[in-house]
């Protein structure tokens, strides 16, 4: 009779792992997958939760991308060491294995119940690899009712044998549409690089001529190097190989770094620009890294998108545990029909593209950066009359309570 009822549960098991494996390859999101592949891992090994680290070959490095009870994207990257964990043994033997007891298991990672918030009593990890290359690894958390078995493990497995191929073409996905917009992009200044080049060969062009087109090339070629270095910082933010470095800081300091990076920028423009920051501010978890190159994208938008003679100002409030940051500028403005389209990759207002130099990038990264922290960016703006960006980040449960 038991034999009978583990075979029905096992069929069942299997059951669920095709309809959960058809889903998974449809999915090219690569976020969206990995939040799909530990809510599977958990159920499908009836644990209380699940988390993927992925490995970075190129660091040798493991870092946290997703688990079932992380409520933001804060503990992304957070980076397991390879040597003192148990996450970093299963990627140096390729092997699953189950640890009935972590706390007693010198590989245990400590920080893990830190990050994961979690006490961990039982543990089952494995592998995940494609074509023999080593992705990451896949761990569910305390089995409900008992201990893992070799039959949880076995059914681990093939789950993750379905969810590494479905990574491996969500990232292979992600880079053949980057790569697509990106080649399309840099067509416009070769072919004026090219043209430039044509010109100044043919000995038809004088001497004034020859200098302008020398500053087109100039011009062109920083345009293109601009273009690749935020392309590839995009493509590493999307593809999530690019992990955080969580640490906790203060939003003061950050935005005062900012401003300080800017005002004498601001003041060969005649730009007045003004802070408006409480002096005690909480403290918050993120990037910091990351969100000072959000920050700094918008103001430099401000200035870039400002007249002479212009206002920006930089303002922080934080309420509910939550900060508010919002830029506000007097300048060009950005027409309503275009303002949902404005954080999309390359895209640049109609009437700005031919006035102010730029990628269409900025944006793009910003979000991509603020989204991850668990945020938002939203957007009011009128035609010249000006524009404000404000960003809500959560402190959520890491607000340290004595502001400073
Ligand atoms: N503060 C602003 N005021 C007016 N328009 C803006 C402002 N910020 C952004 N925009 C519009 O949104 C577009 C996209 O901004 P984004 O920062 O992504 O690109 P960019 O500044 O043109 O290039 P880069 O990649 O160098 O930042 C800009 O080209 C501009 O048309
Ligand atoms: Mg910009």
Redesign the pocket.
Known sequence: MKKKNDRSTLLNSYQNLIDISRDLASELDLNILLSKIVKAASEISDSEEASILMFDPAKNTLYFQAATNLDTQLNRGVIVPLEESIAGWIVQNQQPVIVDDPQKDKRHFDSIQNITNIKVNSLLGIPLLSKGKMIGVLEVINKRGGKFTKKDQDVLMALGAQAAVAIENSRLFLQSDLIGEFVHQIRTPLSALNAAAHLLKSNRVDEGQKKKMIDIMEAEIEALS??SS?FLDLARLQSGRKPYHVSQFNIRELLVECYDIFYSDTQEHAIKFNLDIPETMPRMLGDRKQLKQALI??V???I???HEGGEITLRATAKEKKVFIA?S?T????PKD?QPK??RKF???RS??DQ???????????KQIIVDHGGEISLT?EVNV??T?TITLPLDKWQDESAI
């Open positions: 601009e273009m935020s994208n918008l430099n938008n401000a870039k998108f400002n830029i500028d300048g060009l403005g950005i275009e404005i954080f895209y640049r207002v700005h593209r102010v130099p730029g990628t269409g990038l900025g944006l793009a990264v910003v703006s000006g524009s960006f």
